[in-house]
């Protein structure tokens, strides 16, 4: 199917539902075509472990985090660790980029289907660092920022290690 950002219906839920995905599309298709070498390399200096495969890879441990940890309150399965609180990209860089957009698409899934068993309104498990349980609302129109911003540093990624540029 292919990527759009102009839901089937225009209520909330699936306007939502859609620009997430479309987020998510759009990662995806950044990194079509892409040499294995250039899905790992990391060419900006001042952000040493910014690579294709690891920004896709912090974007699928992001949205596992924030709805099966957060918003259902179940256990953090993220590699993360107190001596290397950003391995989702050095693991990413180490990682087949087709393994990884097969695991974020697998994430998705989830995350499709958690979010048609819920309301909108429905309150995270797990509170924010205010103190405030988010609703799922909030938890979708953060993961469209947080996918959008990291598409954006994709594009930087894929046009420095080829050339590639597009929407």
């Not at 939502?16 to 294995?36: F, P, V």
């Not at 250039?38 to 001042?46: G, L, Q, R, Y």
């Not at 990884?100 to 289907?113: F, G, Q, S």
Request: aromatic letters at 6%.
């Amino acid at each position: 199917m292919p990527r759009t950002d102009k839901p089937e219906q225009w209520d909330e839920r699936s306007t939502l539902t859609t620009m997430l995905q479309y987020t998510r599309d759009t990662a995806a298709a950044k990194c079509e075509g892409l040499a294995a070498d250039d899905a790992a390399a990391t060419p900006v200096a001042s952000s040493p472990l910014m690579s294709i495969a690891g920004v896709v890879n912090h974007m699928r441990w992001v949205e596992h985090s924030w709805i099966e940890d957060t918003f259902l309150g179940g256990p953090d399965l993220g590699p993360w660790t107190d001596e290397e609180p950003d391995r989702e990209f050095s693991l990413g860089a180490e990682t087949p980029i087709q393994q990884v957009l097969t695991e974020y698409a697998d994430v998705a899934r989830r995350t499709d289907a958690i979010i048609a068993a819920h309301d909108l309104e429905t309150r995270a498990e797990r509170p924010l660092r205010s103190g405030e349980k988010a609703t799922l609302r909030w938890i979708i129109v953060h993961l469209i920022e947080e996918n959008a911003r990291h598409n954006g540093h994709l594009d930087l990624l894929r046009e420095i290690a080829d050339g590639t540029t597009g929407d």
